[in-house]
């Protein structure tokens, strides 16, 4: 089995921290806590208003649901204008297209036809792909994407590519956690290389963490630390885009963008580096 052997991981999941931590744990790890966001549902706001509008009227032709989360709370939304029959209704006469099971799940109960489901491991990317192999034509046609968190700009900028008007929603977002002290702690112990790795799982958690070293006035210590010493270890590629955005290019990114793959892919960056480029939990006093 993977070994960490005893090296300590910061973990930024704020969903799933247990869960994550668990793996790490299991894998011979130490997970170091600092959840870096807390999903907020947003107020009923007027992109929510446009989307529920044009599916009602048949002017958004295609729909794209990204989460379960998103798709329950777009329907819970057409519910609040008291239009979730006819919302439902004109669902079923839309091109509804899933990025996995998770609103498939929710969907499919209420009886709505799903045209397109991405194949795992379930990322935008391969969104897209399924997209492009499909005789779904998007050219000409307004589709609603429904974001999860924090909008997803490339997937935006891909289906536009595809000659889709696209209209944009966003039901809840992915905010800094109301405190921020085991963040800045864990910042800390990047900065004296205190621990041996740092591993996110959504963009919102590297963007976050950028925020919150620059409150603290630490983002070129914390990008240097994280570019020289601190292994980085990235989900899948939304997430490496995001930090690339920051200047940081991810160490280990697993072919499977899940967190067990990346608590393997991590366990192996380890056993084929120098055991001179991490430190071992055993030095430390």
Not at 46 to 69: E, M, P, S, Y
Request: glycine share 6%; hydrophobic share 45%.
């Amino acid at each position: 089995m993977a070994d960490l052997k005893g090296r300590r991981i910061v973990v930024l999941e704020a969903r799933m921290p247990s869960e994550l931590g668990n793996l790490v744990a299991r894998h011979g790890g130490e997970a170091v806590s600092a959840p870096a966001l807390r999903e907020a549902a947003l107020p009923l706001q007027q992109d929510v208003r446009d989307v529920v509008d044009g599916i009602c009227a048949h002017t958004i032709k295609a729909a794209v649901f990204l989460t379960g989360v998103g798709a329950r709370a777009l329907i819970n939304a057409a519910d609040q204008l008291g239009r979730k029959n006819e919302f439902l209704d004109a669902l079923c006469a839309t091109t509804v297209i899933c990025r996995g099971p998770k609103p498939v799940a929710v969907l499919k109960p209420l009886n709505v036809p799903i045209a397109l489901v991405s194949p795992s491991p379930y990322t935008s990317e391969d969104l897209l792909a399924a997209l492009k192999e499909s005789d779904i034509d998007l050219k000409g046609k307004r589709i609603s994407l429904q974001h999860y968190g924090e909008v997803n700009a490339w997937l935006r900028g891909e289906l536009e590519a595809l000659g889709a008007d696209v209209l944009e929603v966003s039901l809840y977002s992915w905010q800094l956690p109301e405190d921020t002290r085991p963040v800045i702690d864990a910042i800390a112990l990047m900065l004296t290389q205190n621990v041996d790795a740092v591993m996110l799982t959504t963009q919102s958690q590297a963007h976050n963490l950028f925020r919150i070293a620059e409150q603290v006035g630490l983002v070129d210590e914390l990008r240097e630390a994280l570019s020289s010493g601190i292994v980085v270890a990235s989900v899948g590629p939304v997430c490496t885009r995001a930090l690339r955005e920051h200047g940081v290019e991810p160490h280990v990114e697993p072919v499977n963008p899940k967190m067990g793959p990346l608590v393997l892919a991590l366990a192996d960056h380890f056993a084929n580096t120098s055991a001179e480029s991490t430190v071992a939990a055993a030095t430390r006093p």
